[in-house]
């Protein structure tokens, strides 16, 4: 199965397009935000400054930072639920192949095999994709923020290794979708019980 959902994915790459362009800016925003957040919370202060200067440049990067995390956290929660619903429109869109692999006897685990499958190699892709351009990102976040006046000319956000480890969690919500199989893929027992009890019945 996981073979077949590698052969799906490549065949019919242009289903899941626009998942995989909503991961990748999903996972950049998430990034470029955290990494400038850290690096406007972890700025040392120039010296020989005076004590007006140096309040005013806390005072933004105060503002930096607070703008930053409500950004983050927007993103990340827009990120994970139009990830999920994308997704999850792609698994619908294939009702009919699913349920042609119930017909000839793949079992409900197997088609959930493939699906999950699917979306780990969507978030895989959309993640690595996201990663290098979160990295523009970061550097227009800093020059806006410069530009509004939060930080001082010059700053830029650093790169950080340990980033890589939080930027798969907008991906991970394509993985979280694809743990239930839709309706078509699922075994209709109600169905079965009907005909079932109808074929049981004198003079049917």
Known sequence: ML???????????QVFVGAIVTVCLGVALVQSSLLTLVSAATAKIPPGLSAAEERALRDGY???????????????????????STFAFTVAQRRRDLALLRLVGAGRGQVRTLLVGE??????????????????????????LDAFGFVPPGFVGEWRQWVLSVSGVPASASPSSACWPPPAARPRYGRWRHCATSAGRPGS
């Open 3 to 13: 073979r077949m959902s590698w052969s799906t994915f490549r065949d019919r790459w």
């Open 62 to 84: 105060d503002g930096a930072v607070a703008l930053l995390g409500m950004t983050m956290g927007l993103a990340a929660f827009v990120a994970i639920f139009i990830v999920s």
């Open 119 to 144: 979306a780990l190699l969507l978030g895989v892709l959309g993640s690595a994709l996201g990663v290098l351009v979160g990295v523009v990102v970061m550097r227009l976040q800093a020059a806006m």
